[in-house]
């Protein structure tokens, strides 16, 4: 089937996480929307009840689209650590508490891993991307980047786990690269290129 194109003036980014809708209106800048944030609307969060990325992202972009009128943009991303068991991939955010501090989620990644005694520092971020018209219609994409988990954490330029990961052929942390820089590599780059082609094209 044929992706639906996206040919609306203004798009409703359904996220709260303020570093999450800086680098999705980054990524779409070439593309000339008008961009605004779910939490600039005041639109209500949705519990996050899928069990995947994908239908997180499908829950919110459609409870954004629907409350707001518009197109609407959801992104569920998270880190996937073998090690653990694939933890704390959709419970990600959750890891961080109520007050959302990822310094937290780092430690309790890593010593989660210590308590296993894991040598295996592999890691990988999900991005799932979900692009929902009013009408109920959905365009899904997902992306990737592989790596490995350092400790401690490094670098304060991007959000969540950025600062323990290190993306395989690069020897910094996220949490260490220009935005530029891991715009060009990372999961939600992926994702976007993706979700670009097919329905921005």
């Given at each position: 089937?044929?992706?639906r194109k996206f040919d609306a ?14 680098e ?6 070439p ?5 605004i944030?779910a939490?600039a609307l005041?639109?209500p969060?949705?519990e ?7 239908g997180?992202a ?5 409870a954004a689209?629907?409350?707001a ?8 991303s998270g880190?996937v650590?073998?090690?653990l068991?694939g933890a704390?991939g959709?419970?990600?955010a ?16 890593q ?6 005694k894991?040598d295996?520092?592999?890691?990988h971020?999900?991005?799932?991307l979900a692009l929902?018209?009013?009408?109920g219609?959905c365009?899904s994409?997902?992306?990737?980047v592989?790596g490995r988990?350092?400790?401690p954490?490094?670098?304060?330029k ?5 600062p323990?990961?290190?993306p395989?052929?690069h ?9 530029a ?7 939600r ?6 979700l670009?082609a097919?329905?921005?094209?």
């Amino acid at each position: 089937m044929t992706p639906r194109k996206f040919d609306a003036p203004r798009l409703v980014i359904a996220s709260h996480n303020a570093g999450k809708a800086r680098e999705i209106a980054e990524l779409l800048a070439p593309h000339g929307v008008e961009i605004i944030s779910a939490a600039a609307l005041n639109l209500p969060e949705p519990e996050e009840t899928a069990t995947t990325f994908v239908g997180n992202a499908e829950l919110k972009a459609h409870a954004a689209a629907a409350a707001a009128g518009l197109p609407a943009l959801a992104d569920d991303s998270g880190l996937v650590v073998p090690a653990l068991d694939g933890a704390p991939g959709i419970y990600s955010a959750r890891w961080a508490g109520p007050t959302k501090d990822f310094s937290i989620a780092m430690a309790r990644v890593q010593r989660e891993l210590k308590a296993k005694k894991a040598d295996d520092r592999r890691a990988h971020f999900v991005a799932a991307l979900a692009l929902c018209w009013p009408d109920g219609h959905c365009e899904s994409f997902e992306g990737r980047v592989d790596g490995r988990l350092v400790w401690p954490p490094r670098g304060g330029k991007g959000f969540g786990y950025d600062p323990m990961f290190v993306p395989d052929g690069h020897g910094i942390t996220f949490g260490e690269m220009e935005p530029a820089a891991k715009h060009g590599i990372s999961h939600r780059a992926d994702a976007f290129r993706k979700l670009t082609a097919a329905c921005f094209a």
